[in-house]
């Protein structure tokens, strides 16, 4: 059998940087804004005419941070308690690691695509983009699966004024949606001990980290309530003079000069 080699097109620029911060689809995220810029010296510019036409489109990319591939895998949404055969997921850790979304297409504007509701990272290689057609592609009515068990499960997520007033100053901060990644990672298994972000706190209280903030919330009956947010930063950590890795603690010290330093 023949073997292939493809170039990618262009690259996708947008807020997320780290892999919990992708949406497990990019459907579940319409807010999510990103830019694709294709290369230039290859007559794209022709090849995108007649796209702005088109409210959604493909997008075909390749996972890039990925090493290795599993023959079975654990989707996020189910807390790493259940393995699937990866052919039947859209885990990214595939034997190819190709990605395919469809997208919202807002705006063409040269060689740059601005799309929304996304699942990238930001410096994702794009292979392609394709029209979304309605009539040839939307199958509302097929089975889903497994997938249809576990969408039956999805939990509320819902956030106390306080944790909104905290989430909207962190991103006028830094940029990161919170509210965004909350919506994503804890409407399934926001208790599982298998996820390394989340950590059982006292009072019946968990807490999910995202970069180096912590997002603490409760589990009910009714769904799941965001209480709070705080640095996770220790107070040490961010005397004058500390060491900086990420070029955050400054962020992270007007919060707690706005917040204080909380439980």
């Known amino acids: 059998m023949n073997s292939f080699t493809f ?10 940087r780290y892999k919990y911060e992708a949406a497990r689809q990019g459907v579940f995220t319409p807010g999510n804004q990103a830019e694709i810029e294709l290369f230039p010296g290859h007559d794209y510019e022709t090849a995108l005419s007649d796209l702005d036409g088109f409210e959604r489109i493909w997008v075909l990319f390749v996972f890039d941070r990925n090493t290795d591939w599993k023959p079975k895998v654990s989707p996020p949404i189910t807390g790493g308690r259940k393995r699937y055969g990866v052919f039947a997921t859209r885990s990214p850790h595939r034997p190819n690691p ?6 919202k297409l807002e705006k063409v504007d040269g060689l740059k695509l601005a799309v929304s509701g996304h699942d990238f990272l930001d410096g994702t290689p794009v292979l392609d983009l394709k029209p979304y057609i309605p009539a040839a592609d939307a199958f509302p009515e097929a089975k889903a699966g497994w997938r249809d068990e576990a969408d039956a499960a999805e939990l509320k997520v819902e956030f106390t004024e306080n944790a909104l007033k905290k989430m909207a100053y962190v991103e006028k901060l830094c940029g990161l949606d919170l509210q965004n990644f909350c919506s994503v990672q804890l409407s399934h298994a926001p208790t599982s001990p298998e996820r390394k972000r989340i950590e059982a706190l006292a009072d019946g209280r968990y807490g999910i980290g995202c970069r180096t903030w912590q997002v603490i919330y409760q589990v009910n009956d009714d769904g799941v309530q965001v209480t709070d947010v705080r640095s996770h930063y220790a107070a040490e950590e961010l005397t004058p003079g500390a060491e900086d890795p990420y070029a955050d603690k400054d962020h992270h010290r007007e919060f707690r000069k706005e917040f204080g330093d909380g439980d």
């Open 7 to 16: 170039s990618p097109v262009g690259v996708v620029r947008c807020a997320n």
């Open 98 to 103: 190709i990605g395919l979304s469809c997208v």
